[in-house]
């Protein structure tokens, strides 16, 4: 397997932990799903397709069909569980810290998993704790927890790595400000940090720091969520599509390995994974030219409130 410095085949890329645990194969499988059917086959046709890295989360909603697709397949395939990464989140309701060993463990149960390969704070805004994802006033104001803070949170996280079910640890939907005192007063340091990144998001500064401190910079969103206008109908990414004989995804996607990104994905066909799969390095002057690109669009709103943009209604 290469690292990610290592770019002769970027579907093996993989990008180093900065505990030492081990690595994340930077192209990863996100899950966010709202069918719980669809979750089963698009979860298989991806494992086929040949990814190893799978992104859940409890506010997903479907972390039991993910874990059944994924127990199913493993073995239908012979591949071993310490062949695959997987990734859950801990939801905002969870910030309290008696609240969060309790929310891994009920993960676990619910993807039949031993261990955890990385385990996120999913954003940094704590909610009202309770069994009510989405707590809401009268009015439809999302009620916050003040009795928290995101180090509280982060220390409970360290727990679980100290107990040895949970490899890493990481954040998500958080800024660099907000970023660095966690990252100073970190026990043990974070190794991942997923934020929504694209030609159209590039967040450099935050890369710049990642990198620096060996931390993973995991993108989400690489295709621009699908949203058209957006990267994908790109008159540069088409271009660049039409001139390397890939899809606008494909380019997409590669470019965002080879800015020392890891990434999330999520076809739901067998298809389109084994298109957005089938990834390969770009020309340097394609590269370049993506780098350019100076349109600027955040597409998910949650890294301002907490609440998801994209979790699919009735979820
Ligand atoms: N931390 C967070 O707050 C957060 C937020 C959002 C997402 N995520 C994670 O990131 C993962 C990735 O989500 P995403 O929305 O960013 O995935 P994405 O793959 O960038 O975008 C998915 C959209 O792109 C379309 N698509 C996929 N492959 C395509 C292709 N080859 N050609 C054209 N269109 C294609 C899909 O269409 P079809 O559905 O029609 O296939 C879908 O509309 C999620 O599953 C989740 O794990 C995290």
Redesign the pocket.
Same mark, same amino acid.
């Given at each position: 397997m290469t690292e990610s410095s290592d770019l002769s085949d970027l579907r093996l890329t993989k990008m180093p932990l900065n505990n030492g645990s081990g690595y994340m194969p930077a192209l990863g499988f996100? *899950? %966010?799903i709202a069918d719980a059917a669809v979750t089963k086959t698009a979860t298989r046709g991806a494992l086929e397709a040949g990814f190893r890295h799978f992104?859940c989360a409890e506010r997903y909603r479907n972390e039991r069909e993910v874990g059944e697709a994924l127990q199913v397949g493993l073995a239908a395939a012979g591949i071993a569980r310490e062949d695959i990464f997987v990734t859950t989140k801990l939801w905002n309701t969870n910030h309290r810290p008696e609240r969060v060993e309790p929310a891994f463990e009920a993960s676990l149960d619910r993807l039949r998993l031993r261990y955890l390969d990385l385990y996120l704070i999913? #954003?940094p805004f704590a909610f009202q704790p309770g069994d009510e994802q989405d707590p809401r006033d009268q009015t439809g104001n999302v009620l916050y927890d003040d009795g928290v803070t995101l180090l509280d949170t982060w220390r409970a996280m360290e727990s679980l790595v100290d107990g040895g079910r949970c490899r890493a640890i990481g954040l /998500?939907?958080i800024s660099l400000n907000e970023l660095l005192p966690i990252f100073e007063a970190a026990r043990i340091k974070p190794a991942v940090v997923?934020v929504e990144s694209h030609p159209y998001l590039p967040e450099t500064e935050l890369l710049r720091f990642c990198k620096e401190k060996g931390v993973v910079f995991l993108a989400?969103?690489? %295709?621009g969520?699908?949203m058209r206008p957006g990267p !994908?109908e790109d008159p540069v990414i088409s271009a660049i599509a039409t001139q390397v004989g890939k *899809?606008p995804?494909q380019v997409l996607l590669a470019w965002a390995v080879q800015r020392g990104t890891a990434l !999330? #994905?999520?076809?739901? /066909?067998a298809d389109?994974a084994k298109?957005?799969f089938n990834i390969s390095a770009l020309p340097e002057d394609a590269f370049d030219e993506i780098n350019r690109i100076q349109t600027r669009q955040r597409f998910?709103a949650?890294v301002k409130t907490g609440s998801?943009g994209?979790i699919p209604q009735g979820r």
């Open positions: 996100g *899950t %966010l992104d999913h #954003t /998500s939907d997923q989400f969103a690489p %295709l969520h699908g !994908l *899809t995804a !999330l #994905t999520t076809p739901r /066909s389109r298109e957005n998910n949650v998801p994209f």
